[in-house]
Every structure is written in structure tokens, then in C-alpha cells.
């Protein structure tokens, strides 16, 4: 019943930024009336070298905080990365990450989306290389998603 007055229930999803030392920085988001979804101040860091359990884990963790926090319902160069990673914007905040989306909906699962980042266009969703996964295969789904992303140019 709460899935029906509740909508924003039957979807979240995590933006999980890579840099390339394979540190992994998983942030939560959640509703803006204003924005729609956002990034909130929600962020799960994974050390490179982390296991498959240990991503699951953070990912699941996650997707449990998204809307867990009011987000931010105007748009300012104060975002959520930036202020995380000690910068004044998010461009500089991002610089040399890849991006990966990793959507959940009800009565579907987990969607794991690559991007490619370009000069110009920030962040591309590579929507023909989405990959479907459940909760069981999500780490190993979310680790084929950061091979596929790829930085052409920043």
C-alpha cells in the first residue's frame, strides 16, 4: 500500500564515482520538489581493493539512506561531491572520476548505467550498455559497469 502513495518508493538510485586508483564513493540521493532527484549527504567510500561482500554491502546500505535526507532544493555551486572532496564546484570535484547510475525499481530489480564523461557534456549515459541485475549479482553487475564507463575527455 505505501508503494502507492508513496511513489518516489518504487525507485532510488545511487551514483557511484570511481576515481583511478579504484577508490569507490557511493552517494545516496533523494526527492527535491524543486530539482527532482538529487545527491544528499549520504556517502559510502570503498577503498580500492575492497571485495564483492563489502561492495554489496555498501550498495545495499545505500539504496537503504536514499530519501533518508532533505536534499538540497536549489541549484548551487555547493554540491554534494563538491563539498566532500574539499572543492568549491562540481566539475572540479569529479575531475577524473567515472560515473556509474545504479537504479533499483520496484518489480524490476537493479540497473547498473555506464557513462562517458566529455569536455562540454559532462556526464553521458551510455543507455545501450545498461545491464539488469538482481541483489545477488549486483556487485559483480556494478564492477562490469565501472569497465564500461570511460572518461574521453575533461
Not at 28 to 45: F, H, M
Not at 63 to 72: D, E, I, V
Amino acid at each position: 500500500m505505501k508503494l502507492f502513495l508513496f511513489p518516489y518508493l518504487r525507485y532510488k538510485f545511487v551514483n557511484a564515482y570511481v576515481d583511478k586508483l579504484g577508490n569507490m564513493y557511493l552517494v545516496s540521493t533523494s526527492r527535491s520538489k524543486k530539482l527532482g532527484s538529487t545527491e544528499i549527504d549520504y556517502i559510502n567510500v570503498l577503498e580500492s581493493g575492497y571485495l564483492d561482500f563489502e561492495l554489496q554491502e555498501k550498495l545495499i546500505d545505500s539504496f537503504k539512506n536514499c530519501n533518508s535526507l532533505k536534499p538540497q532544493e536549489d541549484i548551487t555551486k555547493d554540491t554534494v561531491m563538491g563539498r566532500f572532496m574539499g572543492f568549491k564546484t562540481y566539475s572540479r570535484a569529479v575531475k577524473g572520476l567515472k560515473l556509474i547510475e545504479i537504479s533499483w525499481y520496484y518489480n524490476q530489480g537493479y540497473v547498473i548505467t555506464p557513462t562517458e564523461k566529455k569536455k562540454g557534456h559532462g556526464y553521458i549515459h551510455l543507455d545501450k550498455q545498461k545491464i539488469n541485475s538482481n541483489e545477488d549479482a549486483l556487485a559483480a553487475a556494478v564492477r562490469r559497469g565501472i569497465d564500461a564507463s570511460r572518461i574521453t575527455s575533461e
